[in-house]
């Protein structure tokens, strides 16, 4: 099973265009567990545990494997990083 989380905030610019494409990919990619995290309301722990220190921030687990990307991806970049 592969994990996509994203940590985001309401008031960054960058994640709110982030977020268009995320939505995007997650309505077209099947068999993957999507998370959204936002870092101010974050009662998780995650943000904490992967070292958010910029956003957004994506992170990939897949095979035992984490992938961390900061910045807003691209569809197909996400995509890749997901399905590759």
Do not use: H
Not at 8 to 22: L, Q, R, T, V
Not at 24 to 35: A, I, N, P, R, T
């Amino acid at each position: 099973m592969v994990k996509a989380i994203k940590f985001y905030a309401d008031w960054c610019g960058p994640c709110k265009m982030y977020s268009k494409i995320w939505d995007k990919v997650v309505e077209e990619v099947e068999g993957v567990e999507f998370v959204e995290i936002d870092v101010d309301k974050d009662t998780t722990g995650l943000a904490a545990e992967y070292k958010v220190r910029s956003i957004p921030m994506t992170v990939i687990i897949k095979e035992g494997e984490e992938i961390k990307k900061t910045g807003l991806l691209q569809e197909k970049e996400l995509k890749d990083l997901i399905i590759n």
